[in-house]
């Protein structure tokens, strides 16, 4: 069975007519080409498909599109300013926290909405927000260097914060 379902994504309203148990995952890469959401486990385990939703980081393959229309949700073609990278991005790309990229989408994301909420975590509090986010990559550390130092840029005013 297919439905309408209007979305707010990344500022854009947008209308998909799609089967009710698509899920959001699906719909954002599917139906609205954006692809930089990725496609992990699909079983809520890997954390490559985190998106925010009203600021939250979720799971886009345990969210059903029907459920959050009218809320704010932002992919990583979200985050950036136009040409201008967040803070994150570019620490992340600086400091070598993305290689194959596979998992860089859904850190970012999640890393945004901590600093959103405390902007000088602790290293503890960022390997905390990130546990459900894996890499097969980086060995982490790039990636826990990456996010302090997006912090600092953005305390120290350096850096687009988004
Ligand atoms: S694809 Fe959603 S958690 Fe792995
Ligand atoms: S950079 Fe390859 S999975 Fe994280």
Known sequence: MKTVVRLRVNGDEVEVWVP???TLLEVLREDLQLTGTKHGCELGECGTCTVLLDGQPVLSCLVLPIEVQGQEIVTIE???AGSELH???AAFAELGAAQCGYCTP???L???ALLRT???PTRQEVKEALAGNLCRCTGYLKI???VARAAASL???SSYGG
């Open 118 to 120: 405390n902007p000088a």
């Open 144 to 146: 826990l260097d990456a």
């Open 87 to 89: 803070a994150l991005q």
């Open 20 to 22: 009710v148990h698509k």
């Open 155 to 157: 305390k120290d005013g």
């Open 106 to 108: 859904g850190m970012i």
């Open 110 to 112: 999640t890393a945004l």
């Open 78 to 80: 979200g985050v950036a």
